[in-house]
């Protein structure tokens, strides 16, 4: 498991702003746009990986900081 | 978990069209990322699947793909793999699909042991035709077709599969996508028939419907009553009410199909040679 990258917004056609993300997020990194979901405290992201398993667009995914 | 995704999906026909919120995206992704921990050939894999919402999995897949008739996908999984044993042969099926007007082809495949794997999704529901109750509707509840409350019992399909013969039985949820992509794997590399049964929520027309919510709801729903299966068998009947176990629930090794049909072809063909 990734302990080290920090959740991208890797598609963000694809989004259907289901909210499914920030269900399973244990740290609240990411918030609800009007069209797409939105990464609003990085910081906090801990790249548990919760969100790009959970999504079904396939839209988030966890990345090493320096890519 | 570091999987390239994009190569087992057909990006030309992404972004699927499943509705927002629906957990049949986190089933298919889950499947992908299986597939890539178990090793397995993409060359070598045929998906196939029914109508209906779950049946549009086949052709999100980056794989050999049918997409045949409705409830007939574990028909036509049997062909496949008899014509050509060294295929991995995945049928992706529904609760209507594959328990419903495909549930007389459920049973004898679990009964003959042949080695297909099948993931069903069942979201309770018969979601693209609008909302009827499928056999796997909980009695009681609310659909189109039921608007007083669903008078039918609903199966355990996993029971089902197990009494009929199946090796391998397991129960996944959206919820817990890790935990799918270890049952699926397992299913994946088990040598025998492998009944994979996943749990998804349908927002639009059940979850809704049945007072439970939204996505997000229907996912807090699923945590609240999900058990892994070594804490259920521990558990008091009267505990068990409403409950659903998870994780291998059934895994024997025995005799497969197209091993036992070639052994006949052997002998057969031994025997003509001795005349």
Known sequence: MARKGKVKIARPDWCKVCGICIEVCPVEVLELGNTRIQVAHLENCIGCENCELSCPDFVLKVVEDDE | ?275
């Open chain 2, 1 to 275: 978990m570091d999987v390239n995704i994009d190569k087992y999906l057909r990006q030309d026909k992404m972004p699927h069209i499943w509705c927002p919120g629906c957990g049949h995206g986190t089933v298919l992704g889950s499947f992908v990322r299986a597939f890539d921990q178990s090793g397995l050939d993409q060359e070598k894999t045929v998906v196939i699947s029914g109508i209906g919402c779950s049946g549009r999995a086949s052709g999100y897949l980056n794989f050999d793909t049918l997409h045949v008739t409705h409830g007939r996908a574990l028909t036509f999984a049997t062909g496949v793999k008899m014509a050509n044993p060294e295929l991995n042969v995945i049928v992706m099926t529904g609760d209507g699909d594959g328990a419903a007007i495909g549930g007389n082809h459920l049973i004898h495949s679990s009964r003959r042991n042949i080695d297909i794997t099948v993931v069903l999704f069942n979201n309770n529901i018969y979601g693209m035709t609008g909302g009827q109750f499928s056999p796997m509707t909980p009695t009681g509840d609310t659909a189109t077709t039921s608007p007083y409350g669903n008078i039918d019992q609903n199966f355990d399909l996993c029971e089902l599969a197990k009494s009929s013969g199946a090796t391998f039985v397991g129960r996944g949820a959206s919820y817990q996508p890790r935990k799918m992509i270890k049952l699926i794997k397992e299913g994946l590399l088990h040598k025998g028939f492998a009944f994979i049964e996943t749990l998804t929520q349908c927002p639009v027309n059940y979850g809704k419907r049945n007072m439970i919510g939204g996505a997000r709801d229907m996912l807090k729903w699923q945590d609240e009553h999900l058990v892994p299966d070594k804490k259920y068998e521990k558990m008091d009947p009267e505990e068990r009410e409403g409950l659903i176990s998870t994780g291998v629930l059934y895994q024997v090794s025995k005799e497969e199909y197209t091993d036992k049909y070639q052994q006949v072809i052997n002998n057969v063909m031994a025997g003509e040679s001795n005349e």
